[in-house]
């Protein structure tokens, strides 16, 4: 595989004006199929502020400051426990459910004398001791995780005391029935689903292209950042911004550190629906970055977006991405690739030996963060995908046009300027698909693929 910089505008590919909307058919078919998909009499989901992806794909709402329990009952009704501030934020609802009062939910020292106990709360919701109870969690213990047959549910000990002292049957770990790479119901996203995933990855790359090109020697940080035009999204994660010629912590936030030419630079923006991340270095050219790091790293980043199709099985991926990057002495720090959704990390099935494959409807995040690096070096392409088979892909095109616009332009930059020979299934849902600079002071030169 041939790499070479070549000075390239990012085409204009188009921005989602309004914000979609998922509609209230697809949440409540969503609670239906997870309850079908469960033995139990009821069914618990777990969501606070950092774990609120189960919750939201099932009714919309995602928990501010406090914890909260969504339940679905055997005939079909629905309840979400709040804290004192989740009551009238669960005007957000998308679901038709009764919004229930817990006030041990709420933050310390505010009222709790107005609602039940938690344990007697659930007994006035009709369980009882013989019921049969799946908790799903924010995520879950694989089977060589666990010491022993104990059931160990991520979920806090707080509240399944309280369950326990309701039933006398076993809680019962369902997050796979949600969550599973290649079983659970979240990593099959519906067209609705898809367009509000366009929505946040587009957003996201936007601004850390902005972030990117606005990134100047001698100014701080802070001063990076803003480029972005924060316009008040829901972010998934922190936004991070780090700068040095010592050791690159992606995860860090921005401070006031003034940039100097000569560093190395990583930031990453997320928004709900997909996270944009570009990594290089300060500098206009830098050959022996270039050469040993660089491209190397870009040759991963090219073996992943055309070996990622319809079919393709995890492990398969995830050798190929570490065959290639192993010419430049590099390897992947964590899965060369992941499922997302509105939370940036939902599972993957890039893993070592994995058995699961991509299928039509998964969303995914062409992520690959390499190791090892020296300090004051960092590079990274990191963007969002979905992948659609003929019949997902007719059905965007029918009902989000200007969607399938932006999707085809971006297949196109891909093919033809890059050099990237994706597969039809692959749908880039980033406004700077595979657009990457190694040099932040001259932003428009771009590796691309000759041979």
């Known amino acids: 595989m041939e790499l070479k910089l070549k000075n390239i505008e990012k085409p204009n590919f188009g921005m989602p004006m309004q914000k979609p909307e998922v509609s209230k058919n697809v949440y409540e078919e969503r609670c239906k199929k997870l309850y079908e998909k469960s033995p139990h009499d009821w069914l618990v989901i777990y969501g606070d502020k950092e774990h609120f992806g189960n919750i939201f794909y099932l009714t919309g709402f995602d928990p501010r400051f406090e914890e909260t329990l969504f339940l679905i009952g ?5 309840f979400l426990l709040v804290g004192n501030e989740g009551l009238e934020y669960s005007s957000k ?19 709790r004398s107005k609602s039940p106990r938690l344990d007697n709360l659930l007994r006035e919701l009709g369980i009882n001791e013989s019921n049969s109870i799946g908790i799903c969690g924010w995520k879950y213990l694989e089977d060589e995780e666990k010491p022993d047959d104990t ?6 000990s707080m509240i399944l005391k309280h369950i326990e002292n309701v039933v006398n049957t ?35 790359s936007l601004a850390v292209q902005n972030i990117v090109q606005g990134t100047k020697v001698g100014k701080s940080e802070y001063d990076a950042v803003s480029n972005m035009n924060y316009s008040g999204d829901p972010l998934s994660t922190h936004v991070m911004f780090s700068s040095s010629k010592n050791k690159i912590v992606g995860l860090e936030s921005p401070g006031p550190n ?3 030419k000569g560093d190395g630079v990583t930031t990453a923006v997320g928004f709900f629906g997909g996270l944009s991340c570009r990594a290089g270095k300060i500098t206009d050219y ?5 050469n040993n790091i660089a491209k190397p790293y870009f040759k991963g980043i090219c073996t992943w977006y055309e070996n990622a199709y319809i079919g393709a099985k995890g492990k398969d991926l995830f050798e190929k991405v570490s065959r290639s990057l192993m010419e430049g002495n590099l390897k992947p720090a964590l899965n060369p690739g992941h499922l997302t959704s509105i939370d940036e990390w939902l599972h993957s099935l890039v893993r ?13 995040q062409v992520d690959i963060i390499p190791e090892p690096l020296p300090d004051g070096t960092a590079v990274n392409c990191e963007d969002s995908v979905v992948f659609a088979d003929k019949a997902l892909r007719e059905q965007i095109e029918i009902q989000y046009p200007d969607m399938w616009k932006r999707i085809k332009r971006r297949q196109k930059f ?15 849902l980033s406004s700077n698909p595979g657009y990457f600079s190694p040099f932040w002071l001259s932003p428009k030169n771009i590796l691309i693929k000759i041979s």
């Open 74 to 78: 055997p005939s079909g009704e629905k």
């Open 151 to 156: 059931e160990l549910i991520f979920v806090p």
């Open 352 to 364: 070592p030996n994995s058995q699961e494959s991509i299928k039509s409807g998964m969303a995914m």
């Open 414 to 428: 891909l093919r033809e300027q890059v050099g990237i020979n994706i597969d039809d299934s692959l749908l880039p």
């Open 93 to 111: 609802l998308k679901v038709q459910a009764h919004v229930l009062l817990c006030q041990s939910f709420s933050l310390m020292g505010q009222d």
């Open 170 to 204: 076993t809680l019962i770990d369902i997050t796979p029935l949600l969550m599973h790479p290649e079983k659970g119901l979240r990593v099959y996203n519906e067209v609705e689903e898809i367009a509000l995933l366009e929505y946040g990855a587009s957003r996201s």
């Open 258 to 260: 003034i940039i100097s």
């Open 286 to 290: 830098d050959e022996n970055f270039l």
